[in-house]
Each structure stands twice: as structure tokens, then as C-alpha cells.
């Protein structure tokens, strides 16, 4: 299945799977906890700033003109809800999904950052447990949904990118995106658990704001 996604539907669709999976208990998403989920700071490349207004649009594109995305009201609330079809469309399993997320939300990355970024959504035993499902993404036919980049200089392993739009694929003779950090203390790369922290952090924040819409919504009605 060929898909042509822009970088805003990317982003949609990426922050609806991870919110499936990460924090279940308050998924379908309201717009609102939407358009703070695609502009988190934290695991997004590049970082968004979105409004309501924006992420409306695209939705609209994605339910009426894709149908990747399905909208869900219960009893008594007036808010809705949307939730994705991206997975079940293009026909991939768990592992596959959180590889497709990730590499959706920030960009091509390597299987060792796969490994650890996609461990909150699918806990990958081992690197080859992560190439298995690379493989098989790029193995579908008649077109691939995951493409091997050519390796940058400076670089121990290739990265993988998505095959469904925008992404930021390199030419093969441009330079890495930025050098390498300087060794030791001076490096700025966010220490892993620092990150974990920081994911952490944002759930429980997306945790909060969607127990306020649902308290504002009970208090409305």
C-alpha cells in the first residue's frame, strides 16, 4: 500500500499510535490532548508547534479523504474523540507498529535507537529482534513501508526511514545533519535515562490534562 502522508499527518498519526499504546486509559484522543501529543517536546524530531485549528484540517483530510482516521463519542460526552487506522490498513503487527511509530514521530534512526526509543511501546529482546522487523517492513511488496539509508560518515550503523511521505531521507552524498558530538562531558545528546525521565514525565502530564477534560465535560454537562 503506497501512502503519501504530509508531515503534519505524519505527526498525527504517530502521536495517536503512541498514545494507544502508552497511555490506553485515556485513548481515543479529544483534540485538545491531540494537539499537545504532536507538540511535545520529547521524543519528536523536529519539534512542533501546532494549533487546534491546524491539526482540525489535517484530521479532516485524514478521515474523509484517507480514512485513517475514525472519530469516537460515548454517552453523555460532547467531546470527540479520534482514534487512527494505520495499523490495521497496512496490515502490521506490535513490534512493527512501534517501529513504524517511532521512525514516524522523529525521523530515521538506527536499530540501536529503535531498540530503546520503541521500548516503552514494544520491548524488544535483543538489536536482531529489532532487524527482524525492519526487514520485514522493507520486505512488502508491492511497496516497501521502511527503506535502509545510505550510512553517513562518522556513523557505525545505517538508519532505516519510513516509505509514507515527508521524511527527511538524505541524499546519499550530502553531509551527516551535524557532526558528532565532541567526546566526553562536552557531548549534548540527552542521556538515556534522562529521556526516559522525560517521557515519563510527559505521560503523566497527558495523564492530567485528559482527567481535566473529563472532569470539565462532567461539570458541563
Request: charged letters at 25%.
Amino acid at each position: 500500500m503506497t501512502l503519501d502522508l504530509t508531515a503534519l499527518e505524519l505527526r498525527i498519526l504517530g502521536a495517536l499510535i503512541e498514545k494507544q499504546i502508552t497511555t490506553p486509559e485515556y485513548y481515543p484522543l479529544t483534540l485538545n490532548a491531540l494537539v499537545a501529543a504532536c507538540n511535545q517536546k520529547n521524543n519528536r524530531n523536529p519539534v512542533m508547534q501546532l494549533t487546534a485549528d491546524e491539526v482540525a484540517r489535517a484530521l479532516a483530510t485524514l478521515q474523509y479523504d484517507r480514512q485513517l482516521v475514525g472519530t469516537y463519542s460515548s454517552a453523555g460526552s460532547r467531546a470527540v474523540k479520534y482514534t487512527h487506522r494505520l495499523t490495521e490498513t497496512i496490515g502490521v503487527d506490535s513490534p512493527e507498529g512501534a517501529i513504524l511509530c517511532e521512525l514516524m514521530l522523529r525521523g530515521p534512526q538506527t536499530p540501536g535507537e529503535l531498540r530503546g526509543r520503541a521500548a516503552r511501546m514494544h520491548p524488544f529482546a535483543s538489536p536482531a529482534e529489532v532487524k527482524i522487523a525492519l526487514d520485514s517492513l522493507m520486505a512488502r511488496q508491492p511497496d516497501p513501508y521502511v527503506a535502509e539509508l545510505p550510512r553517513q560518515p562518522g556513523c557505525k550503523e545505517n538508519r532505516f526511514a519510513h516509505c509514507f511521505g515527508d521524511t527527511p531521507i538524505q541524499d546519499p552524498g550530502a553531509p551527516p545533519d551535524s557532526a558528532p558530538p565532541p567526546p566526553g562531558p562536552a557531548a549534548t545528546d540527552t542521556p538515556p535515562q534522562d529521556e526516559t525521565r522525560l517521557q515519563a514525565l510527559e505521560e503523566r502530564i497527558a495523564r492530567l490534562e485528559a482527567r481535566l477534560e473529563a472532569w470539565a465535560e462532567r461539570a458541563s454537562g
